[in-house]
């Protein structure tokens, strides 16, 4: 049997070009790789914000006259309920806060509480404060929510912590008819 010259000449030639190729384009393709930098800064600022929702409107509360003599004043309100919002970054060194309410412009009517029911957290995420329940409220700051941390509630209604406000009467001989008030609440957040 007779190997054919030109057929081993063909053959070696068509791997020496396979592998060439293959060194070409692992060449090529190693040639393409980029390795840079970008800097990159990152800055977080340190904020204790509150904000109430749904907005600003005042909250209306009085008394109904009852209907049969003997019966005690019954409250009225509109709407009587807000939410309280909140977004805190803190410093690695930094307290918890906490947020208080006050009446800060009038005291209240002789016999008569301002109570203030603050709901517990919804939505958010992170460590959001925890209410203390029922407070009411005077001229002095009252804590309502302690130990926010790094967090954020979300913002508007059905998210924070609902605030429900109600009128008791604390004194009936203390009552006076012409007494009336237009309250100012304050809140703030500190640590």
Not at 57 to 70: A, K, M, Q, R
Not at 72 to 92: E, F, G, R, S
């Amino acid at each position: 049997m007779m190997i054919d010259k030109k057929i081993i000449f063909k053959t070696v030639y068509f791997f020496i070009l396979l592998l060439g190729s293959i060194i070409f384009f692992e060449t090529s393709l190693n040639g393409q790789i980029y390795t840079g930098q970008t800097p990159v800064s990152i800055a977080i600022p340190e904020i204790a914000i509150v904000d109430i929702e749904p907005d600003n409107t005042p909250i209306s509360l009085g008394f109904e006259v009852p209907t049969e003599g003997g019966n005690p004043l019954v409250v009225t309100t509109t709407d009587n309920t807000k939410w309280i919002n909140y977004t805190c970054a803190l410093a690695p060194s930094a307290s918890a806060r906490n947020i208080y309410m006050e009446a800060s412009n009038t005291m209240l009517p002789d016999g008569i509480n301002l109570e203030l029911t603050i709901g517990a957290a919804v939505g958010g995420a992170g460590n959001l404060g925890t209410s203390v329940g029922k407070v009411s409220l005077s001229s002095q700051p009252q804590l309502i929510i302690s130990g926010i941390g790094r967090s954020y509630t979300g913002n508007g209604v059905n998210s924070g912590h609902q605030l429900t406000y109600n009128l008791s009467i604390a004194d009936y001989a203390k009552l006076d008819a012409n007494q009336s008030a237009s309250i100012q609440v304050l809140i703030t957040i500190s640590e």
